[in-house]
């Protein structure tokens, strides 16, 4: 099974902030990545797939790139709605594979 | 207006089984694949399984935690994928999501609500 490693787990930062989640894969995945925000109470939104498309709907202050083991997951300007987790996913391999998440909170 | 809709979780005694419905509106059903990802509570997402569609002859996967207990179907003419968990353990509990997987991609673009799962005595 492909193994996914976010960094870091957990962040602080404030609104205005300029953040940037990793997820590293254990093996070459292409550019077979997606990325999800989570609220607490809610299901997942797809934010970016294919390592750096913009799900339609997802403001242009997320972006992504990346490909084989690293990516990025990068917020250009924290706003107070983004407070929430962030997961990796590959779509490369069977089983597809979940990062553990990054908590992103309010400094 | 897309949606996906979860039904059928509910309290259950380990080793019994559990039938979960996943409902589609708002999109060509027949053309999506469809997983299924559990949450238990406050942990990460584990992805569960997956069915393609018509064209992919609806072939199936699963997780290996899963594989032989749990069965996945659907009913393009009910818009409707099936899960059924059967030789359930306490590590089963969760809150189970159904996503629509464009075949195109893959990846989760629509997902529901979830339905709990609890297996306990």
């Known amino acids: 099974d492909i193994q996914l490693t976010q960094s870091p787990s957990f962040l602080s930062a404030s609104v205005g902030d300029r953040v940037t989640i990793t997820c590293r894969a254990s093996q070459g995945i292409s550019s077979y990545l997606a990325w999800y925000q989570q609220k607490p109470g809610k299901a997942p939104k797809l934010l970016i797939y294919a390592a750096s498309t913009l799900e339609s709907g997802v403001p242009s202050r997320f972006s992504g790139s990346g490909s084989g083991t690293e990516f990025t997951l990068t917020i250009s300007s924290l706003q107070p709605e983004d407070f929430a987790t962030y997961f990796c996913q590959q779509l490369n391999n069977i089983p597809l594979t979940f990062g553990q998440g990054t908590r992103l909170e309010i400094k | 207006e897309v949606q996906v809709v979860e039904s059928g979780g509910g309290l259950v005694q380990p080793g019994g089984s559990l039938r979960l419905s996943c409902v589609g509106s708002?999109?060509?059903?027949?053309?999506?694949?469809i997983d299924w990802v559990r949450q238990a509570p406050g942990q990460g997402l584990d992805w569960v399984g997956r069915?393609?569609?018509?064209?992919?002859?609806?072939?199936?996967d699963y997780a290996a935690s899963v594989k032989g207990r749990f069965t996945l179907s659907r009913d393009d003419s009910q818009n409707s994928v099936y899960l059924q968990m059967n030789s359930l353990k306490t590590e089963d509990t969760a809150l189970y999501y159904c996503?629509?997987?464009?075949?195109?991609?893959?990846?989760?673009?629509?997902w529901g609500q979830g339905t709990q799962v609890t297996v306990s005595s």
């Open positions: 708002g999109f060509s059903f027949n053309d999506n694949y």
């Open positions: 069915i393609r569609n018509k064209a992919k002859s609806y072939t199936t």
């Open positions: 996503s629509r997987a464009p075949a195109s991609y893959g990846r989760s673009v629509d």
